[in-house]
């Protein structure tokens, strides 16, 4: 079987999403990109029951290498994000409750606490097209550029990564930053936090980056 490991880390993933609540049913899908193969969730399995040989194997052309069930209604989604954006290796998405509520009543996710920088600032909506249509595809890949995260307009929300573990850790703040988004809307009036300083964040981030690493020389 081909990249055993990397298909249990997926369902190891997706289990997770459950426990956290990202996911429901058979909602949402995750991918890792490793060379030019894509290893991709399947469409419409309970993560439950899955298993490492469930998770399908594809080529650049979106031909099967190994598995036997359909690849995920979002495989274009999947294929477009990595052909555009060359530094994702894998992509978590959810139809996670609060991301999905903000996605329908605005264009954007603001700057409602600082760590929304690990997700590369405000977050964009893209608007609402088909699932699984190249509509949607196009629209996210317009929407995600420079960022680490995208909302879908009355869908959802995708997250991208240099691994599978990054990308699960951005959808998770993701959705923490969108509970906080619209418990703050409720109880007043909420202030944002400006460009210049997200910059001064994300500024402050390297500093203790730097220090940590030399710390462990």
Do not use: C
């Not at 060379?35 to 194997?57: E, K, R």
């Amino acid at each position: 079987m081909l990249y055993r490991s990397e298909r249990k880390l997926i369902i190891t993933v997706l289990k997770k999403m459950v426990e956290v609540g990202l996911v429901i049913n058979t909602s949402g899908n995750v991918s890792i990109k490793i060379n030019n193969h894509f290893l991709i969730t399947p469409s419409g399995a309970s993560y439950n029951a899955l298993l490492p040989a469930d998770i399908l194997v594809m080529d650049h052309n979106k031909q099967i290498i190994e598995g036997e069930l359909l690849p995920s209604s979002e495989t274009d989604l999947h294929y477009s994000l990595y052909e555009n954006r060359s530094d994702i290796k894998a992509i978590v998405h959810t139809h996670s409750l609060y991301a999905t509520a903000v996605s329908t009543i605005t264009d954007e996710l603001p700057a409602i606490h600082y760590q929304i920088t690990d997700l590369g600032g405000p977050v964009p909506v893209a608007p609402y097209e088909t699932f699984g249509s190249p509509e949607l595809a196009a629209v996210v890949v317009d929407k995600i550029a420079g960022m680490n995260a995208v909302l879908m307009q009355n869908h959802g929300a995708v997250t991208i990564g240099g691994s599978l573990e990054v990308a699960l850790q951005r959808s998770i703040l993701l959705e923490w930053i969108a509970s906080l988004y619209l418990i703050s809307l409720q109880s007043g009036q909420p202030t944002f936090i400006d460009n210049r300083k997200l910059q001064n964040v994300v500024q402050q981030k390297q500093k203790y980056l730097t220090l940590r690493q030399n710390k462990k020389k």
